[in-house]
């Protein structure tokens, strides 16, 4: 997946800063140093992977455990399913700009 669910602090409209999860793309979530993930749609843990040397495989998340019920997973079902132990389900994420 190019996109990944990040939990820091983020600016948010009228200027406050929270505590929160946040979808930003693989390529900035590579630049905040050991950040806490998950996948923005089934809320299951994930890898960061950069780039392949050859470009292959594009900065991305990976999910740690296959789920076939993640659109963001290379192998849906077409069901979507929440993991089978997700991260913060309750918790909404917001759609940072970064
Ligand atoms: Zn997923």
Same mark, same amino acid.
């Given at each position: 997946? %190019? !996109?990944?669910? @990040? =939990?820091?602090?983020?600016s948010?409209? &009228? &200027?406050? %800063?929270?505590? /929160?999860? $946040? /979808? !930003?793309s693989?390529d900035? $979530?590579? =630049?905040? $140093? +050991?950040?806490?993930?998950?996948?923005?749609?089934? =809320?299951?843990?994930?890898? #960061?992977?950069?780039?392949? +040397?050859?470009? $292959? /495989?594009p *900065?991305?998340? +990976?999910? =740690?455990?296959? *789920?076939? &019920?993640?659109? #963001? &997973?290379?192998?849906?079902?077409?069901?979507h399913?929440?993991?089978? *132990?997700? !991260?913060?389900? *309750? +918790?909404?994420? @917001? #759609?940072?700009?970064?």
């Amino acid at each position: 997946m %190019r !996109i990944v669910d @990040v =939990k820091q602090f983020f600016s948010l409209a &009228g &200027g406050t %800063r929270q505590y /929160t999860w $946040a /979808t !930003i793309s693989a390529d900035e $979530a590579l =630049k905040i $140093a +050991e950040p806490r993930l998950r996948c923005p749609e089934c =809320k299951g843990a994930i890898g #960061l992977f950069r780039r392949s +040397e050859d470009g $292959a /495989t594009p *900065n991305r998340g +990976e999910h =740690k455990a296959r *789920n076939r &019920g993640c659109s #963001l &997973g290379d192998r849906f079902d077409g069901v979507h399913r929440m993991a089978v *132990n997700p !991260i913060e389900p *309750n +918790e909404e994420s @917001v #759609l940072a700009q970064s």
